[in-house]
Protein backbone atom coordinates (compact mmCIF):
# COMPACT_ATOMS: atom_id res chain seq x y z
CA UNK A 1 0.00 0.00 0.00
CA UNK A 2 1.32 3.28 -0.69
CA UNK A 3 1.99 5.79 2.06
CA UNK A 4 -0.50 8.74 2.10
CA UNK A 5 1.05 12.15 1.99
CA UNK A 6 1.18 14.74 4.16
CA UNK A 7 -2.01 16.82 3.75
CA UNK A 8 -1.55 20.64 3.91
CA UNK A 9 -4.36 23.03 4.07
CA UNK A 10 -3.53 26.83 2.27
CA UNK A 11 -5.72 29.09 3.59
CA UNK A 12 -4.70 32.74 1.34
CA UNK A 13 -6.48 34.91 -0.60
CA UNK A 14 -4.20 34.78 -3.43
CA UNK A 15 -4.68 31.60 -5.26
CA UNK A 16 -1.11 31.57 -6.43
CA UNK A 17 0.53 30.77 -3.35
CA UNK A 18 -1.65 27.88 -3.47
CA UNK A 19 -0.32 27.13 -7.24
CA UNK A 20 3.31 27.66 -6.68
CA UNK A 21 3.66 25.16 -3.85
CA UNK A 22 1.51 22.37 -5.14
CA UNK A 23 3.76 22.90 -8.61
CA UNK A 24 7.20 22.85 -6.29
CA UNK A 25 6.19 20.55 -3.88
CA UNK A 26 3.06 18.50 -4.80
CA UNK A 27 5.24 15.61 -5.44
CA UNK A 28 6.12 15.31 -1.70
CA UNK A 29 2.72 16.85 -0.49
CA UNK A 30 -0.81 16.75 -0.76
CA UNK A 31 -2.02 20.53 -0.95
CA UNK A 32 -5.38 21.70 -0.47
CA UNK A 33 -6.67 25.46 -0.63
CA UNK A 34 -9.00 28.00 0.65
CA UNK A 35 -9.14 31.33 -0.62
CA UNK A 36 -10.75 33.19 2.27
CA UNK A 37 -10.82 32.69 6.41
CA UNK A 38 -14.48 31.35 6.32
CA UNK A 39 -14.17 28.10 3.82
CA UNK A 40 -10.57 27.50 5.42
CA UNK A 41 -12.21 27.38 9.05
CA UNK A 42 -14.76 24.70 7.45
CA UNK A 43 -11.86 23.07 6.04
CA UNK A 44 -10.37 22.58 8.91
CA UNK A 45 -13.30 20.43 10.54
CA UNK A 46 -14.00 18.86 7.08
CA UNK A 47 -10.50 17.25 5.51
CA UNK A 48 -8.24 17.05 8.79
CA UNK A 49 -5.29 18.64 7.15
CA UNK A 50 -2.18 17.77 9.13
CA UNK A 51 -0.33 21.28 8.84
CA UNK A 52 -1.91 24.82 7.88
CA UNK A 53 -0.32 27.59 5.87
CA UNK A 54 -2.10 30.56 6.57
CA UNK A 55 -1.90 34.15 5.28
CA UNK A 56 -1.95 36.75 8.01
CA UNK A 57 -3.51 39.46 5.52
CA UNK A 58 -7.13 38.75 4.21
CA UNK A 59 -9.98 40.71 3.69
CA UNK A 60 -12.37 40.25 6.33
CA UNK A 61 -10.65 38.16 8.76
CA UNK A 62 -6.95 38.50 9.25
CA UNK A 63 -4.65 35.28 9.77
CA UNK A 64 -4.06 36.32 12.90
CA UNK A 65 -8.18 36.02 14.21
CA UNK A 66 -8.42 32.78 12.17
CA UNK A 67 -5.50 31.41 14.20
CA UNK A 68 -7.50 32.72 17.59
CA UNK A 69 -10.55 30.67 15.95
CA UNK A 70 -8.08 27.48 15.71
CA UNK A 71 -6.92 27.55 19.07
CA UNK A 72 -10.57 27.06 20.44
CA UNK A 73 -10.91 23.27 18.33
CA UNK A 74 -9.58 20.27 19.92
CA UNK A 75 -5.92 19.25 18.77
CA UNK A 76 -5.56 21.64 15.86
CA UNK A 77 -3.05 21.21 13.33
CA UNK A 78 0.66 22.80 13.51
CA UNK A 79 0.49 26.31 11.43
CA UNK A 80 2.81 28.18 9.65
CA UNK A 81 2.23 31.40 8.75
CA UNK A 82 2.71 33.13 5.43
CA UNK A 83 2.84 37.44 5.25
CA UNK A 84 4.26 39.46 2.53
CA UNK A 85 5.72 41.86 5.69
CA UNK A 86 8.86 40.89 7.66
CA UNK A 87 6.91 43.24 10.54
CA UNK A 88 8.47 41.98 14.19
CA UNK A 89 4.64 42.90 15.70
CA UNK A 90 3.33 40.33 13.30
CA UNK A 91 6.00 37.77 14.15
CA UNK A 92 5.43 38.33 17.49
CA UNK A 93 1.63 37.81 17.77
CA UNK A 94 2.11 34.86 15.62
CA UNK A 95 3.87 33.32 18.01
CA UNK A 96 2.15 34.31 20.77
CA UNK A 97 -0.82 32.49 19.28
CA UNK A 98 0.77 29.28 18.62
CA UNK A 99 2.21 29.32 15.49
CA UNK A 100 4.59 27.32 14.70
CA UNK A 101 6.45 29.45 11.92
CA UNK A 102 6.46 32.08 9.96
CA UNK A 103 7.50 32.56 6.23
CA UNK A 104 8.12 35.78 4.39
CA UNK A 105 6.50 36.92 0.87
CA UNK A 106 7.90 36.30 -1.65
CA UNK A 107 9.76 32.86 -0.68
CA UNK A 108 11.40 29.83 -2.03
CA UNK A 109 9.46 26.94 -2.23
CA UNK A 110 12.45 25.10 -1.22
CA UNK A 111 12.45 27.62 1.82
CA UNK A 112 8.94 26.34 2.47
CA UNK A 113 9.60 22.91 2.27
CA UNK A 114 12.63 23.00 5.18
CA UNK A 115 9.96 25.22 7.03
CA UNK A 116 7.10 22.26 7.10
CA UNK A 117 9.33 19.06 6.79
CA UNK A 118 10.91 20.84 10.37
CA UNK A 119 7.85 21.07 12.21
CA UNK A 120 6.29 18.15 10.95
CA UNK A 121 9.55 16.70 12.59
CA UNK A 122 8.68 17.90 15.58
CA UNK A 123 4.95 16.21 15.99
CA UNK A 124 6.48 12.97 14.99
CA UNK A 125 8.90 13.49 18.00
CA UNK A 126 5.87 14.57 20.29
CA UNK A 127 3.88 12.06 19.47
CA UNK A 128 6.95 9.18 20.14
CA UNK A 129 7.00 11.05 23.47
CA UNK A 130 3.81 11.01 24.35
CA UNK A 131 3.67 7.48 23.71
CA UNK A 132 6.53 6.79 25.72
CA UNK A 133 5.14 9.01 28.36
CA UNK A 134 1.54 6.71 28.06
CA UNK A 135 3.75 3.58 27.83
CA UNK A 136 5.80 4.57 31.22
CA UNK A 137 2.11 5.11 32.81
CA UNK A 138 1.48 2.29 32.53
CA UNK A 139 4.34 0.55 33.94
CA UNK A 140 4.13 2.62 36.63
CA UNK A 141 0.28 1.24 36.86
CA UNK A 142 1.00 -2.11 36.95
CA UNK A 143 3.61 -1.00 39.23
CA UNK A 144 1.18 -0.15 41.99
CA UNK A 145 -0.13 -4.13 41.46
CA UNK A 146 2.59 -5.61 43.75
CA UNK A 147 3.33 -9.17 44.29
CA UNK A 148 5.47 -12.11 43.49
CA UNK A 149 3.67 -14.42 45.76
CA UNK A 150 2.28 -17.19 43.83
CA UNK A 151 -1.47 -15.63 43.37
CA UNK A 152 -0.04 -12.19 42.63
CA UNK A 153 1.95 -14.27 39.68
CA UNK A 154 -0.82 -16.01 38.71
CA UNK A 155 -3.14 -13.63 38.27
CA UNK A 156 -0.90 -11.04 35.88
CA UNK A 157 -0.26 -13.98 33.54
CA UNK A 158 -4.01 -13.98 33.02
CA UNK A 159 -3.65 -10.63 32.56
CA UNK A 160 -1.03 -10.48 30.15
CA UNK A 161 -2.67 -13.82 28.50
CA UNK A 162 -6.62 -11.85 27.62
CA UNK A 163 -5.05 -8.12 27.70
CA UNK A 164 -5.39 -8.05 23.77
CA UNK A 165 -8.54 -10.22 23.18
CA UNK A 166 -11.81 -8.80 23.11
CA UNK A 167 -13.39 -11.24 26.09
CA UNK A 168 -15.55 -9.72 28.72
CA UNK A 169 -13.46 -9.82 32.08
CA UNK A 170 -15.54 -9.99 35.21
CA UNK A 171 -12.71 -9.34 38.05
CA UNK A 172 -14.06 -10.75 41.57
CA UNK A 173 -12.37 -10.19 45.04
CA UNK A 174 -12.65 -8.53 47.91
CA UNK A 175 -12.79 -4.41 48.64
CA UNK A 176 -9.56 -3.22 49.01
CA UNK A 177 -7.99 -6.51 46.64
CA UNK A 178 -7.19 -3.28 43.35
CA UNK A 179 -9.68 -4.39 40.89
CA UNK A 180 -9.48 -1.07 39.41
CA UNK A 181 -5.69 -1.38 38.94
CA UNK A 182 -6.36 -4.50 37.05
CA UNK A 183 -9.47 -3.26 34.86
CA UNK A 184 -7.01 0.07 33.82
CA UNK A 185 -4.34 -2.66 32.96
CA UNK A 186 -6.03 -4.79 30.66
CA UNK A 187 -6.98 -1.50 29.07
CA UNK A 188 -3.79 -0.68 28.48
CA UNK A 189 -2.46 -3.52 27.02
CA UNK A 190 -5.00 -3.90 24.40
CA UNK A 191 -5.42 -2.50 21.53
CA UNK A 192 -7.65 0.03 22.55
CA UNK A 193 -5.23 2.11 24.73
CA UNK A 194 -5.39 5.20 22.38
CA UNK A 195 -8.98 5.16 23.61
CA UNK A 196 -11.54 6.41 26.20
CA UNK A 197 -11.17 4.05 29.44
CA UNK A 198 -14.89 5.11 31.40
CA UNK A 199 -15.49 3.96 34.64
CA UNK A 200 -18.54 3.94 36.07
CA UNK A 201 -19.24 2.92 40.15
CA UNK A 202 -22.64 0.99 39.69
CA UNK A 203 -23.37 1.21 42.76
CA UNK A 204 -22.54 5.01 43.88
CA UNK A 205 -24.83 6.21 41.28
CA UNK A 206 -28.94 6.44 42.11
CA UNK A 207 -30.63 3.51 40.84
CA UNK A 208 -32.85 6.42 38.73
CA UNK A 209 -30.42 7.90 37.65
CA UNK A 210 -27.86 5.05 36.56
CA UNK A 211 -29.84 4.02 33.46
CA UNK A 212 -29.47 7.95 32.06
CA UNK A 213 -25.95 7.80 33.29
CA UNK A 214 -25.05 4.31 31.44
CA UNK A 215 -26.64 5.21 28.24
CA UNK A 216 -27.59 8.98 27.75
CA UNK A 217 -31.21 10.54 27.37
CA UNK A 218 -32.83 12.46 24.72
CA UNK A 219 -33.99 16.10 24.97
CA UNK A 220 -37.53 16.05 27.11
CA UNK A 221 -37.22 12.43 28.22
CA UNK A 222 -37.66 13.57 31.65
CA UNK A 223 -37.64 17.04 33.87
CA UNK A 224 -34.39 19.06 33.50
CA UNK A 225 -33.44 17.00 29.95
CA UNK A 226 -32.75 20.07 28.17
CA UNK A 227 -30.85 18.30 25.47
CA UNK A 228 -29.49 15.35 24.22
CA UNK A 229 -26.97 13.84 26.31
CA UNK A 230 -24.21 11.02 25.42
CA UNK A 231 -24.07 8.27 28.16
CA UNK A 232 -21.01 6.81 29.42
CA UNK A 233 -21.06 3.78 26.92
CA UNK A 234 -20.61 6.25 23.89
CA UNK A 235 -18.22 7.98 25.46
CA UNK A 236 -16.31 4.53 25.86
CA UNK A 237 -16.72 3.81 22.06
CA UNK A 238 -13.90 2.23 20.66
CA UNK A 239 -12.49 2.10 24.28
CA UNK A 240 -13.54 0.02 27.21
CA UNK A 241 -16.20 0.49 30.01
CA UNK A 242 -15.17 -0.70 33.32
CA UNK A 243 -18.61 -1.35 35.77
CA UNK A 244 -17.67 -1.05 39.09
CA UNK A 245 -20.21 -3.14 41.44
CA UNK A 246 -21.65 -4.94 38.87
CA UNK A 247 -23.42 -7.14 41.70
CA UNK A 248 -25.55 -3.36 42.65
CA UNK A 249 -26.92 -2.85 39.25
CA UNK A 250 -30.67 -3.18 39.38
CA UNK A 251 -32.22 -5.74 37.72
CA UNK A 252 -34.32 -3.68 35.56
CA UNK A 253 -31.21 -2.33 33.95
CA UNK A 254 -29.40 -5.36 33.41
CA UNK A 255 -31.33 -6.73 30.39
CA UNK A 256 -30.03 -3.89 28.83
CA UNK A 257 -26.90 -4.68 29.10
CA UNK A 258 -27.26 -8.00 28.18
CA UNK A 259 -28.32 -6.13 24.69
CA UNK A 260 -25.37 -4.16 24.91
CA UNK A 261 -23.32 -7.56 25.32
CA UNK A 262 -24.68 -9.59 22.57
CA UNK A 263 -25.55 -6.76 19.96
CA UNK A 264 -23.54 -3.66 20.79
CA UNK A 265 -26.14 -1.33 20.54
CA UNK A 266 -28.76 0.14 22.78
CA UNK A 267 -31.48 2.89 23.06
CA UNK A 268 -31.09 6.26 25.24
CA UNK A 269 -33.69 7.32 27.95
CA UNK A 270 -36.57 8.67 26.00
CA UNK A 271 -35.05 7.82 22.18
CA UNK A 272 -36.27 5.28 19.79
CA UNK A 273 -33.25 4.85 17.49
CA UNK A 274 -30.73 2.10 18.17
CA UNK A 275 -27.14 3.45 18.71
CA UNK A 276 -24.60 1.14 18.06
CA UNK A 277 -20.99 1.44 19.75
CA UNK A 278 -17.63 -0.79 19.96
CA UNK A 279 -16.75 -0.88 23.68
CA UNK A 280 -15.10 -3.61 25.32
CA UNK A 281 -16.82 -4.47 29.00
CA UNK A 282 -14.89 -5.18 32.24
CA UNK A 283 -16.74 -5.91 35.15
CA UNK A 284 -15.90 -6.07 39.20
CA UNK A 285 -17.43 -6.93 42.21
CA UNK A 286 -17.16 -8.13 45.46
CA UNK A 287 -20.39 -9.89 45.74
CA UNK A 288 -21.20 -13.18 45.03
CA UNK A 289 -22.96 -13.45 41.96
CA UNK A 290 -24.12 -17.38 42.17
CA UNK A 291 -25.88 -16.44 45.64
CA UNK A 292 -27.66 -13.30 43.72
CA UNK A 293 -28.76 -15.49 40.87
CA UNK A 294 -30.54 -17.47 43.36
CA UNK A 295 -32.09 -15.02 45.38
CA UNK A 296 -33.73 -13.49 42.13
CA UNK A 297 -31.37 -10.28 42.57
CA UNK A 298 -29.10 -11.13 39.57
CA UNK A 299 -29.76 -12.52 35.36
CA UNK A 300 -28.00 -15.72 35.04
CA UNK A 301 -27.92 -15.31 31.45
CA UNK A 302 -25.98 -11.82 32.19
CA UNK A 303 -23.65 -13.73 34.39
CA UNK A 304 -22.36 -15.92 31.86
CA UNK A 305 -22.23 -13.41 29.12
CA UNK A 306 -20.18 -11.86 31.43
CA UNK A 307 -18.36 -14.75 32.84
CA UNK A 308 -16.15 -15.42 29.90
CA UNK A 309 -13.17 -14.64 31.88
CA UNK A 310 -13.02 -14.44 35.53
CA UNK A 311 -9.96 -13.10 37.31
CA UNK A 312 -9.97 -13.49 41.15
CA UNK A 313 -8.14 -10.98 43.24
CA UNK A 314 -5.92 -12.83 46.62
CA UNK A 315 -6.94 -10.82 49.71
CA UNK A 316 -4.05 -9.82 51.24
CA UNK A 317 -4.36 -12.17 54.55
CA UNK A 318 -3.70 -14.97 51.50
CA UNK A 319 -0.67 -13.68 50.30
CA UNK A 320 1.39 -12.69 53.28
CA UNK A 321 4.28 -12.72 51.96
CA UNK A 322 3.41 -10.03 49.70
CA UNK A 323 3.27 -7.54 52.53
CA UNK A 324 7.39 -6.51 52.54
CA UNK A 325 7.36 -5.74 48.85
CA UNK A 326 3.97 -3.67 49.61
CA UNK A 327 5.23 -1.48 52.28
CA UNK A 328 8.30 -0.89 50.91
CA UNK A 329 6.49 0.66 47.93
CA UNK A 330 4.37 3.12 49.98
CA UNK A 331 6.82 4.46 52.09
CA UNK A 332 8.90 5.64 48.75
CA UNK A 333 5.50 6.74 47.40
CA UNK A 334 4.86 8.77 50.36
CA UNK A 335 7.88 9.36 51.14
CA UNK A 336 8.28 11.38 48.14
CA UNK A 337 4.60 12.92 48.15
CA UNK A 338 4.61 13.77 52.05
CA UNK A 339 8.59 14.90 51.66
CA UNK A 340 9.52 12.53 54.17
CA UNK A 341 12.55 10.69 54.61
CA UNK A 342 10.14 7.62 57.20
CA UNK A 343 12.95 4.77 57.13
CA UNK A 344 12.10 0.96 56.76
CA UNK A 345 9.91 -0.56 59.48
CA UNK A 346 11.50 -2.16 62.32
CA UNK A 347 11.39 -6.19 62.51
CA UNK A 348 7.94 -6.10 65.73
CA UNK A 349 6.06 -3.77 63.48
CA UNK A 350 6.73 -5.72 60.71
CA UNK A 351 6.15 -9.11 62.37
CA UNK A 352 2.66 -6.99 63.35
CA UNK A 353 1.56 -6.54 60.27
CA UNK A 354 2.17 -10.14 58.70
CA UNK A 355 -0.01 -11.40 61.88
CA UNK A 356 -2.83 -9.27 60.95
CA UNK A 357 -6.05 -10.78 59.06
CA UNK A 358 -6.53 -7.21 56.77
CA UNK A 359 -10.08 -7.37 56.19
CA UNK A 360 -9.44 -3.61 54.26
CA UNK A 361 -7.05 -5.60 51.91
CA UNK A 362 -4.18 -3.60 50.25
CA UNK A 363 -6.09 -0.33 50.23
CA UNK A 364 -6.10 -0.95 54.90
CA UNK A 365 -2.63 -1.53 54.72
CA UNK A 366 -1.74 1.42 52.25
CA UNK A 367 -3.86 4.22 54.31
CA UNK A 368 -1.42 3.09 57.08
CA UNK A 369 1.95 3.11 55.98
CA UNK A 370 0.46 7.37 54.58
CA UNK A 371 -0.08 7.55 58.55
CA UNK A 372 2.74 5.88 59.55
CA UNK A 373 4.98 8.30 57.39
CA UNK A 374 2.82 11.78 57.68
CA UNK A 375 2.79 11.07 61.22
CA UNK A 376 6.23 9.93 61.69
CA UNK A 377 6.23 6.69 63.87
CA UNK A 378 6.04 3.30 63.44
CA UNK A 379 3.88 2.97 66.50
CA UNK A 380 0.76 4.11 64.49
CA UNK A 381 0.82 0.40 63.45
CA UNK A 382 0.34 -1.55 66.39
CA UNK A 383 -2.58 1.19 67.38
CA UNK A 384 -3.77 0.95 64.27
CA UNK A 385 -4.04 -3.25 64.52
CA UNK A 386 -5.46 -3.17 67.96
CA UNK A 387 -8.30 -0.48 67.02
CA UNK A 388 -9.02 -2.37 64.27
CA UNK A 389 -9.03 -5.49 66.24
CA UNK A 390 -11.58 -3.96 68.28
CA UNK A 391 -14.14 -3.55 65.67
CA UNK A 392 -18.05 -4.82 66.25
CA UNK A 393 -16.85 -7.09 62.75
CA UNK A 394 -14.01 -9.23 63.78
CA UNK A 395 -15.19 -11.87 60.99
CA UNK A 396 -13.51 -11.26 57.48
CA UNK A 397 -15.59 -12.55 54.65
CA UNK A 398 -13.16 -14.75 51.81
CA UNK A 399 -13.27 -13.39 48.52
CA UNK A 400 -16.74 -13.13 46.75
CA UNK A 401 -16.48 -16.11 44.77
CA UNK A 402 -15.33 -18.34 47.95
CA UNK A 403 -17.52 -19.75 50.88
CA UNK A 404 -16.88 -17.42 53.32
CA UNK A 405 -13.64 -18.69 55.53
CA UNK A 406 -13.30 -16.98 59.24
CA UNK A 407 -10.11 -16.45 60.15
CA UNK A 408 -9.04 -16.65 64.09
CA UNK A 409 -12.11 -17.97 65.22
CA UNK A 410 -13.61 -21.65 66.02
CA UNK A 411 -16.48 -22.70 67.52
CA UNK A 412 -14.61 -23.37 70.81
CA UNK A 413 -15.36 -27.24 70.50
CA UNK A 414 -11.54 -27.41 69.32
CA UNK A 415 -8.47 -25.17 70.07
CA UNK A 416 -7.53 -23.01 67.16
CA UNK A 417 -4.77 -24.03 65.18
CA UNK A 418 -4.20 -20.88 62.76
CA UNK A 419 -1.18 -20.00 62.74
CA UNK A 420 -1.34 -16.23 62.02
CA UNK A 421 -3.65 -16.01 65.01
CA UNK A 422 -0.96 -17.90 67.19
CA UNK A 423 1.83 -16.11 65.73
CA UNK A 424 -0.45 -12.77 66.60
CA UNK A 425 -0.91 -13.66 69.81
CA UNK A 426 3.20 -14.55 70.89
CA UNK A 427 3.90 -10.99 69.23
CA UNK A 428 1.54 -9.76 71.46
CA UNK A 429 2.92 -11.71 74.37
CA UNK A 430 6.48 -10.54 74.10
CA UNK A 431 5.49 -7.11 73.50
CA UNK A 432 3.94 -7.02 76.33
CA UNK A 433 6.46 -8.59 78.29
CA UNK A 434 9.31 -6.43 76.82
CA UNK A 435 7.57 -2.98 77.40
CA UNK A 436 7.14 -4.57 81.23
CA UNK A 437 10.55 -5.09 81.80
CA UNK A 438 11.98 -1.65 80.75
CA UNK A 439 9.38 0.34 82.60
CA UNK A 440 10.67 -1.56 85.60
CA UNK A 441 14.24 -1.19 84.69
CA UNK A 442 13.51 2.90 84.52
CA UNK A 443 11.10 2.49 87.72
CA UNK A 444 8.35 3.63 85.57
CA UNK A 445 9.86 6.61 83.78
CA UNK A 446 7.92 6.44 80.65
CA UNK A 447 10.07 8.92 78.73
CA UNK A 448 13.00 6.96 79.36
CA UNK A 449 11.24 3.73 78.57
CA UNK A 450 9.83 5.07 75.04
CA UNK A 451 13.18 6.15 74.58
CA UNK A 452 14.94 2.78 75.20
CA UNK A 453 11.92 0.88 73.07
CA UNK A 454 12.40 3.82 70.50
CA UNK A 455 8.93 4.47 70.34
CA UNK A 456 6.71 7.62 70.30
CA UNK A 457 5.79 8.81 74.06
CA UNK A 458 2.19 9.00 73.39
CA UNK A 459 2.43 4.76 71.66
CA UNK A 460 4.06 3.68 75.20
CA UNK A 461 1.42 5.36 76.75
CA UNK A 462 -1.09 4.21 74.59
CA UNK A 463 0.30 0.17 75.26
CA UNK A 464 0.67 0.25 79.21
CA UNK A 465 -3.45 0.92 78.44
CA UNK A 466 -3.75 -1.57 76.22
CA UNK A 467 -1.98 -4.23 77.87
CA UNK A 468 -3.58 -2.96 81.65
CA UNK A 469 0.41 -2.14 82.81
CA UNK A 470 0.96 -0.71 86.23
CA UNK A 471 3.86 0.07 88.46
CA UNK A 472 2.16 -2.68 91.20
CA UNK A 473 2.84 -5.41 88.72
Not at 53 to 68: F, H, Y
Not at 88 to 98: A, H
Not at 440 to 455: C, E, G, P, S, Y
Amino acid sequence: MAKLKTKILVIDDDPKVSWLLTEGLGSNFDFLSATDAAEGIQMVSTEKPDLILLDIKMPGMSGLEVLERLNKMDKRPEVIMISGHADTKFVVESMKLGAAEFVVKPFDVREVEIHVNGVLERVRLRGEVDLLKQELKVRSDYSNFIGDSEPMVRVKGIIEQVADSELTVLIRGESGTGKEIVARQLHALSGRKKAAFVKVNCAAIPRDLLEAELFGYEKGAFTGAHKNKQGRFELANKGTIFLDEIGDMPLELQSKLLQVLEQQEFVRVGGIQNIHVDVRIICATNKNLETAIDEKGFRDDLFYRLNEITLFLPPLRDRLEDIALLVSHFLDKYNRQYDRNHPSLSVPAMDRLTSFAWPGNVRQLENMIKQVVVRGDEGIVSELILSADRQPAQLVTAAASQPPVAVGVTDGSEPDFSLKTRIGRTVASEEKRIISEVLNRTNWNRRKAADLLQISYRSLLYKIKDYNLNATK
